[in-house]
Every structure is written in C-alpha cells, then in structure tokens.
C-alpha cells in the first residue's frame, strides 16, 4: 500500500514532460505530511483525502496549479483504511475498517454516507470502470 501511495503521490506532486523527458515540479500540497491516505480524480482535478487528526480532503486543480482545501471529512470512521475511486463526477472514500462507504461532492462541497455493511474481508485495491467499482485483494 505505501508503495501505491508513493507513487501516486509522485504523479500528483508532478508532471511529466514527454517529449523533453523530463519531470517538471508542481505544486506541493500544504498539508502534505500528515499523510494522504485515498485519492480518486474527477475531470482535470485530482482529490487527496488525508487521513490525519481533522480528516482533511484537498484539491489538486492542474490548471492553475493549486491546491484548495474542500470540505472536512468529520465522521470518526476517517482513522480507519481508506481506499477513494470516482463514479460520475462522485468521489467515493471506503473505510474498510468499519465497511462504510462515503461520497463527496465536489460541486455541493459535502459528504454523505451511502451504506454501511458487514465485511467479511479488507480489500487492498480498488478502481473504477464505467459506472462500476471493482474491489480486490
């Protein structure tokens, strides 16, 4: 899992610059530190949920290379193995631990719980497809 982290954040941190190969500096988070425990994107703009003792999400926008603190994620479920994946414009946070799954508008700017169920085992992974999510171990 940490590498999966490292290199995530590698790429948010920064860019790629194909035809000169080489890797250009971008933007670092500013909390960045605490941890960044699940990311998903939606359209040109990259979601960090940091899993530190506020429970912080940030949004990483490329075009203007900044980072912009959203809305707090204020459930005690945030302590707790977090994977993130995006579906139509929605990001998801799946607390395995607890087996609660969370979506955060970027566009309302909230959370909202959208099920809680009983887990019979933690999955390590998980990504989009379509309308679908897959998870695996």
Same mark, same amino acid.
């Given at each position: 899992?940490?590498?999966?982290?490292?290199?995530l954040?590698?790429?948010?941190?920064?860019?790629? @610059?194909?035809?000169? +190969? =080489? /890797?250009? #500096? !971008? %933007? $670092?988070?500013?909390?960045?530190?605490?941890?960044?425990?699940?990311?998903?994107?939606?359209g040109?703009?990259?979601?960090?949920?940091?899993?530190?003792?506020?429970?912080?999400?940030?949004?990483? @926008?490329?075009?203007? +290379? =900044? /980072?912009? #603190? !959203? %809305? $707090?994620?204020?459930?005690?479920?945030?302590?707790?193995?977090?994977?993130?994946?995006?579906?139509?414009?929605?990001?998801?946070?799946?607390?395995?631990?607890?087996?609660?799954?969370?979506?955060? @508008?970027?566009?309302?700017?909230? /959370?909202?719980? !959208?099920? $809680?169920?009983?887990?019979?085992?933690?999955?390590?992974?998980?990504?989009?497809?379509?309308?679908?999510?897959?998870?695996g171990?």
């Open positions: 899992m940490k590498k999966v982290v490292l290199i954040v590698a790429f948010v941190a920064m860019a790629t @610059n194909l035809m000169a +190969d =080489s /890797w250009v #500096q !971008k %933007a $670092t988070n500013p909390n960045m530190g605490t941890g960044m425990d699940a990311s998903f994107s939606i040109n703009k990259g979601y960090c949920f940091q899993r530190n003792t506020l429970g912080d999400m940030w949004e990483y @926008n490329q075009v203007t +290379d =900044s /980072w912009t #603190q !959203k %809305a $707090t994620f204020t459930d005690t479920a945030w302590n707790n193995t977090p994977l993130g994946f995006a579906i139509g414009g929605i990001g998801y946070i799946l607390f395995q631990d607890y087996g609660t799954l969370y979506a955060f @508008n970027p566009v309302a700017n909230i /959370w909202e719980t !959208k099920t $809680t169920y009983s887990l019979t085992t933690i999955w390590s992974v998980v990504f989009a497809v379509g309308n679908k999510a897959v998870f171990t």
